[in-house]
């Protein structure tokens, strides 16, 4: 699976983002270790609050399934009912869901737009000196 791919799946699922209160339409595509490929969308709530990225929507549909490492995200964000022109880094409670789950010195967040993955950054560069779960076990 490479980048350019992982980016394209992310507009695709992109497609089912339902935002109808901020019109603003998020995909993301999350590569596992063994090479599968969630996909995940942002889901929105009247009540604002409930709402769900797109990121975390394709992590927990992933972890749910019994996925456990993973490799990469690809995801692309921008205003409803346009192509992608800019990129979309994730928001701070995505990061600490991949926090969660990703090896910050390799997992890579790549941000697609319509013309290719524009930017990549690895989890440890978007996410720097993160609250991690080995701070519960020390
Ligand atoms: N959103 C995402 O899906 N991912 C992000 O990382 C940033 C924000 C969604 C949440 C909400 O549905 C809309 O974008 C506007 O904030």
Do not use: W
Not at 79 to 100: F, N, S, T
């Amino acid at each position: 699976m490479d980048r350019e791919r992982l980016g394209r799946l992310a507009l695709e699922a992109r497609k089912n983002a339902y935002a109808p209160y901020s019109h603003f339409a998020v995909g993301a595509a999350l590569l596992t270790k063994n090479g599968k490929v969630y996909t995940g969308c942002n889901i929105e709530n009247a009540a604002f609050s409930p709402t769900s990225c797109g990121e975390r929507t394709a992590f927990f549909k992933a972890v749910s399934e019994g996925e456990r490492e993973f490799l990469a995200i690809a995801i692309a964000g921008g205003p409803a009912g346009a192509p992608v022109k800019r990129a979309c880094p994730p928001c701070g409670v995505c990061r600490q869901v991949m926090a969660e789950f990703c090896d910050p010195e390799t997992f890579e967040i790549l941000l697609a737009t319509e013309n290719g993955v524009e930017e990549a950054y690895l989890l440890k560069e978007l996410l720097p000196r993160g609250f991690r779960k080995s701070r519960l076990e020390e």
